[in-house]
């Protein structure tokens, strides 16, 4: 009988489990069995800046769950490389609350193993949910040291990343491979914009690598089937030239070009005087 005077009992029971009962609640609030498992009708407290202990295969006590301070409660393993799971048949869930709840949820990991972050219902491998009315950003990737900030994204092989290449002067890559390796557009700090260059020197530069025979580099306007196309490039041995040409289903037809010495041609891609008009 405790000082209160409720009535407590410590029994066997017919199954040889040690038994705590409260008489006045006529119900066991512990038990403990043969095989030494407890089962609590209640919580079980452990006092601030104490610790329940768990032991692993040759170091007892080296997992745990302690509160270290008026905020925060740990749960982990200090056995070295030991690691540490959380495992589940069904939805894990990590939040912030009191009361438990799909509201307070901020960490969402499902039995497919999708992860959502901000939801509850994540609908691809990583889904991130915010309900922001202002620019704040949903996601940042950032390199704290002298690396590049960067994504990278690989079907069958072929690898296309995304990011700040740190090595040249913080400009914003799509490249073929990893970010500065074959870059495919670039954005500098200035914000001119280089394809087929990875230093643009004009809001828009459009560039191609010269080669032995004819090369271009140009802008095609289409709408279904029809188009224009403009191009520049340097033709063998003689140099640059502007060519101005309709496109229609494919088939592309010069109609103003500007040669390389400077003569202009319409409805010709030969002008053989200052301006050339032929049709």
């Known amino acids: 009988t405790a000082a209160s005077g409720k009535r407590y009992v410590m029994y066997s ?9 409260d008489g006045d609640a006529a119900s066991a609030r512990l038990q403990i069995d043969t095989s030494g498992n407890s089962t609590f009708a209640g919580n079980v ?3 601030y800046g104490k610790g329940y202990f768990m032991d692993t295969t040759g170091a007892g006590g080296s997992n745990f769950v302690k ?3 008026d905020y925060e409660t740990v749960i982990g393993t200090d056995r070295g490389s030991a690691g540490f799971a959380v495992v589940g048949n069904s939805n894990i869930r990590i939040g912030f609350g009191q009361a438990y709840t799909a509201a307070q949820t901020k960490l969402f990991i499902n039995s497919s193993g999708k992860v959502g972050i901000g939801t509850d219902t994540p609908e691809t491998p990583l889904h991130v949910l915010t309900n922001t009315t ?3 950003s949903t996601m940042l990737i950032q390199n704290g040291s002298t690396g590049d ?3 990278k994204f690989n079907i069958s092989g072929d690898t296309y990343s995304i ?3 740190n090595s040249d002067s913080d400009k914003f890559k799509l490249s073929y491979g990893a970010v500065g390796t074959n870059d495919r557009i670039v954005v500098d700090t200035s914000g001119n914009v280089g394809i087929g260059t990875s230093s643009p020197n004009y809001l828009l530069d459009l560039s191609k690598t010269a080669v032995a025979v004819d090369t271009y580099s140009g802008i095609n306007l289409q709408a279904s089937n029809y188009g224009y196309t403009i191009e520049g490039g340097l033709t ?4 640059g030239e502007l060519i101005f040409s309709s496109n229609s289903v494919g088939t592309k037809t010069p109609r103003v070009k500007f040669a390389a ?8 891609t030969g002008p053989s005087e200052k301006l050339t008009i032929f049709g």
Do not use: K, M, Y
Not at 13 to 21: A, D, I, M, Q, R
Not at 236 to 239: P, R, T
């Open 45 to 47: 407290n452990v006092p």
């Open 261 to 268: 010495n400077g003569n202009v041609g319409i409805g010709t």
């Open 149 to 151: 900030a960067s994504i």
């Open 67 to 69: 509160t270290i301070n």
């Open 13 to 21: 029971s017919g199954n040889g489990s040690l038994v705590f009962w």
């Open 134 to 136: 202002d620019n704040a």
């Open 163 to 165: 990011g700040i290449d």
């Open 236 to 239: 063998q041995n003689i140099g």
